[in-house]
């Protein structure tokens, strides 16, 4: 085990019996959602998971130890904190540890964390991805290229349309990243289920995506991969509503000079407050469905031995 990582009691028991665990990140926790929401979701989350049949995992930095596992404690804190807790993606990792301090991972570093565990499948609510205007501002996540390099399997509800999600579909295509929209045939938005974008690679089961997971890693095909859970229709947004709230919210980043790891959060936090809250609730029942299908693709990517 590495010399930095903490598993919870719980995790660790599930790995040494080969139980499934599904790994949650906590950017989505502290720069995700308002508080007192966020922990909350947070904790429901594990609840789904369990009842699905797998051992959440919920990741992230505390007093500089990297943490798969965390107590409701802990996520209350990362929850509280919000903003004030770092938002960690790779390159931050090192100086966090170092530095003893706390950190909520990204999917990129939640994916780092959870490879080191030796967790597999991974839920959350969106990943960055290549941003709009990136042709000026350079402006592409970290977690498409974690995607490319490390072996974890990213569940979530596709992409918001904040980002550019055809020219991030386009850079996951360039950096070998298989991207798989269960049950439907457009890559979902995140907040609608569809964006236009017709879905190259749709699988119909846990089964087929636990199927392929393991043919890629057996061939040594390392880096994971996109699983694109498409929002249930019953909690999709408005398209028009959605779409308006997310040009406002550029505008403002654009007018007020956001730049660096604070534009999601701040888009994210100006789409909610624009929508009225709606999307929160959009945003948790989705993360909750992708927690459902990451379960279900970790107990059956253990079945496969
Ligand atoms: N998109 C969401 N919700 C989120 C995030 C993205 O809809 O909470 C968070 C995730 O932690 C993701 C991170 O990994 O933002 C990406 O940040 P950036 O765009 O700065 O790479
Ligand atoms: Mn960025």
Known sequence: MNAYLDLSDEVAEALARGAPVVALESTIISHGMPYPRNAETAIAVEAEVRAAGAIPATIAIIGGRLKAGLNADQIGLLGERGHDVAKVSRRDIARIVAS??????????????????????????GIGGVHRGAESSMDVSADLDELARTGVAVVCAGAKSILD????????????????????????????SRSGLRAELRMDSAAAIA???????DLGLSGGAVIANPIPVEYEMPVDVINAAIDQA???ATAAGVRGKDVTPFLLARVKDLTGGDSLESNIALVMNNARLAAQ??????RLG
Do not use: H
């Open 165 to 192: 999600i055809a020219k991030t579909l386009e850079y996951l295509e360039t950096k070998g990243v298989p991207v798989v929209v269960y049950r439907g045939d457009e890559f979902p938005a995140f907040y609608t």
């Open 250 to 252: 550029l505008v403002e």
């Open 297 to 302: 693709i970790a107990i059956e990517y253990g």
């Open 211 to 217: 199927a392929m997971l393991k043919a890629k890693w």
């Open 100 to 125: 003893g301090a706390d950190g909520a991972t990204t999917v990129s570093a939640t994916m780092i964390i959870a490879e080191l565990a030796g967790i597999r499948i991974f839920a959350t609510g």
